[in-house]
């Protein structure tokens, strides 16, 4: 799991620039108007080998009453709770302030890493004004500008060296599933129903849990790590505070995870929310099962006509359901409920199945029989006169599953071509419910 980094410091020293020069884009919006950034952004970044989530909070103000000032602080401080370590942005050219020995009070009482950085240091001059930073009592401060990029690789250097250790993680045995989706989905209803106790809080109220919560459970024979997360919101729907914080821990649970189970609420079907998590789940090349929960609920609502409790019904909505997930059409789709307990245990046996699929290997040669029939049947586009060779596929890693193909010019791959290849390897080889990733590399490289 990548360490977290989070950037604080008091309005309008420039967290969102620095923030923007290290993830390489302009993900913050950066203005000269104090208190623009009040949402907290987070994005991967990496220095020297190391990857890490990188997490923005709005300027704090501790001595500030407003409301809007103190929901800045609320979801800073959670930051802070969750970050690995901390940089510590101050104003090279204002000097110290109250608010900063306020905000440095705050950090000492973390215990957390903390690097101090002299921000907007522009000149030999403002380099040297940075000691003044020494009375905030936090050590060494760096100075940095981040506008101009210069000691940007310090900072980096010494936040790295004050990671933890690396946590340690779950036997490969145990096959880690992370239950996402929208709040008040039944993702913690399932959990419960799976483990036969009350393990997690359920509750009517929308966002209930807050935390990721890791449970060991053991079925016919087979470990399973079960990740119950808080829900992820639409951005303008989250609430500031604490649920708003709970979306990164969602994230970073995905990232622990070998397979990612999608709950769905049947009752009100697929909503652009629930696509967009299915991508978070594509990015990060997780195996995906889409579970379609309160399916009791949808059987309720047909006045247990027949045609809701038959195949005729149940094979209409998931065309529609495969539909809007078109982009992820090697997720498995599943029709459970967790009121009743219908077909949970699905969620156990086809997550080792893609477990399993993720690991499958294919050898060189029956990989490269089924790719020169595929061109046979289909062949490569051209551009400008100028055609498509691919001359050799292998095999070069699994978890997912990663192919390398060796072709006379990696510019001439169209997308829907790379499509085709990848849905033909996995009607010949199979994969269902995982992503593969493809590399399309120069002949020679």
């Known amino acids: 799991m990548k360490p977290i980094i989070a950037i604080v410091g008091r309005p309008n020293v420039g967290k969102s620039t620095f923030f923007n020069r290290l993830v390489g884009g302009p993900?913050?919006?950066v203005e000269d108007e104090p208190g623009t950034t009040r949402d907290r952004l987070y994005a991967d970044g990496e220095w020297a080998g190391h990857s890490f989530t990188l997490v923005d909070?709005?300027?704090?103000?501790?001595?500030?009453?407003?409301?809007?000032a103190q929901g800045i602080r609320a979801q800073a401080e959670l930051a802070i709770a969750e970050a690995d370590a901390i940089l510590f942005l101050v104003d090279a050219r204002e000097g110290p302030t109250a608010t900063d020995s306020d905000i440095a009070g705050i950090l000492r009482r973390t215990a957390k890493p903390v690097v101090l950085v002299a921000n907007k240091a522009d000149n030999p001059r403002r380099r040297l004004d940075a000691v003044e930073f020494y009375e905030l009592g936090l050590g060494e401060p760096l100075p940095m500008s981040s506008l101009h990029g210069t000691g940007t690789g310090d900072v980096l250097d010494m936040v790295l060296q004050r990671f933890p250790p690396g946590e340690v993680e779950e036997p490969e045995a145990a096959v880690?599933?992370?239950i996402v989706g929208r709040p008040n989905v039944g993702k913690s209803s399932v959990l419960n129903s799976l483990l036969?106790?009350?393990?997690?809080l359920v509750s009517e109220v929308a966002g209930t849990t807050r935390d990721a919560i890791d449970t060991v459970l053991d079925y016919q024979g087979q470990r399973f790590v079960l990740i119950d997360t808080a829900g992820i919101?639409?951005?303008?729907?989250?609430?500031p505070g604490v649920e708003k914080f709970s979306v990164l821990r969602s994230l970073?649970?995905?990232?622990?995870?070998?397979?990612?189970?999608?709950?769905?609420?049947?009752?009100?079907?697929?909503?652009?929310?629930?696509?967009?998590?299915?991508?978070?789940a594509a990015e990060a090349m997780k195996g995906l099962l889409i579970a379609v929960n309160k399916w009791d609920l949808v059987r309720a609502e047909m006045g247990g006509a027949k045609p809701a409790s038959g195949p005729d019904y149940r094979q209409e909505y998931e065309s529609t359901v495969r539909y809007q997930f078109n982009f992820v059409s090697y997720a498995p789709i599943l029709f459970i409920s967790a009121k009743t307990g219908q077909r949970l245990t699905q969620i156990l046996t086809t997550a080792l199945q893609i477990k399993a699929e993720r690991q499958r290997r294919i050898t060189t040669g029956a990989l490269n029989a089924a790719v020169q029939e595929a061109i046979l049947r289909h062949n490569p586009p051209t551009d400008h006169g100028r055609q498509l060779k691919v001359l050799y596929a292998t095999q070069t890693g699994v978890?997912?599953?990663?192919?390398?193909?060796?072709?006379?010019?990696?510019?001439?791959?169209?997308?829907?071509y790379q499509r085709y290849l990848e849905n033909e390897m996995?009607?010949?080889?199979?994969?269902?419910g995982t992503p593969i990733r493809v590399i399309f590399r120069k002949r020679g490289e």
């Open 233 to 239: 919101r639409k951005r303008g729907k989250v609430e």
């Open 399 to 416: 978890e997912p599953p990663t192919m390398i193909f060796s072709v006379n010019d990696p510019r001439l791959v169209h997308f829907s």
């Open 426 to 432: 996995r009607q010949r080889f199979g994969f269902a």
């Open 27 to 29: 993900l913050s919006i």
């Open 176 to 178: 880690r599933i992370a």
């Open 252 to 280: 970073r649970a995905m990232q622990r995870a070998d397979v990612v189970a999608l709950l769905i609420d049947g009752a009100s079907g697929v909503t652009a929310q629930d696509t967009h998590i299915a991508g978070y």
């Open 57 to 68: 909070t709005g300027g704090l103000d501790p001595t500030s009453t407003e409301d809007y």
């Open 196 to 200: 036969g106790e009350e393990r997690a």
